[in-house]
């Protein structure tokens, strides 16, 4: 299985644009999730979709943040406009739910943004 | 508000000894705790996951849990230089299927030294 992908790997951007990050899940994975990773929080949960439902989203940071999940293979993250704080690693992981047995998530290689 | 607390490192350890690595966590509630290993620049990668208060063995790799007091730790026997990573705490209330979000500690920074 090629794992949890994730493009682009690197963005860089400037103040205000609209920058959409996406997602390819495990084949088979009923949960996707997204996170974010920085010095001073450390990695936090965005949200998380089951069956491509949004599921939480209590831990977007704010209006400017959208996710979507159009079907089973594929997952955005928008942020716009982009502000230089949002500058980040955003990682998405996926599990195989029920059907696994267990809550073990995997992650993909991440995206790392730089807003200027 | 879900909380998981370690102590940020970094941890000097002699390569062969034993790394011991610790996390609390505040929510009574949580079932699943994983520890996971980060390289600089990658991805989280899973070392182990426990569920059940008590020991678990994996290798070099030892997991304990104890719910009465809220402590989770990975203990790393005969440390090699390639263990030298963040080693991230992570909790869940759910357990043994199913899926919730991750709350992970801000990691613990590991040296081995050769």
């Known amino acids: 299985d090629a794992g949890v992908i994730q493009s682009p790997r690197h963005e860089v951007t400037e103040m205000g644009q609209e920058v959409t990050l996406r997602c390819k899940p495990i084949?088979?994975?009923?949960?996707l999730f997204w996170y974010r990773q920085t010095m001073m929080r450390g990695l936090e949960l965005l949200i998380y979709?089951?069956?491509?439902?949004?599921?939480?989203d209590s831990g977007m940071p704010e209006d400017r943040f959208s996710a979507k999940m159009p079907n089973a293979s594929f997952s955005t993250l928008k942020i716009q406009p982009s502000e230089p704080r949002d500058s980040a690693v955003y990682f998405c992981?996926?599990?195989?739910?029920?059907?696994?047995?267990?809550?073990?998530?995997?992650f993909g290689p991440g995206t790392r943004l730089t807003v200027l | 508000q879900k909380e998981v607390e370690q102590n940020s490192g970094p941890l000097s350890v002699p390569e062969g000894a034993i790394a011991s690595l610790n996390c609390t966590y505040s929510?009574?509630?949580?079932?699943?705790f994983f520890w996971y290993r980060q390289y600089s620049g990658k991805s989280p990668e899973l070392i182990m996951f426990?569920?059940?208060?008590g020991d678990k063995e994996d290798g070099r790799f030892t997991a304990q849990l104890n719910k009465a007091s809220q402590y989770v730790s990975l203990l790393i026997r005969d440390s090699q230089p390639s263990d030298s990573a963040t080693y991230l705490c992570?909790?869940?209330?759910?357990?043994?299927?199913?899926?919730?979000?991750?709350?992970f500690g801000k990691g613990t920074h590991l040296i081995i030294q050769p």
């Open positions: 084949s088979g994975h009923d949960y």
């Open positions: 979709f089951n069956n491509n439902v949004p599921i939480d």
């Open positions: 426990i569920y059940s208060n």
């Open positions: 992570a909790v869940t209330y759910l357990g043994g299927g199913g899926a919730d979000g991750l709350t």
């Open positions: 929510d009574r509630g949580s079932q699943s």
């Open positions: 992981a996926s599990n195989p739910g029920l059907a696994g047995g267990t809550d073990t998530q995997y």
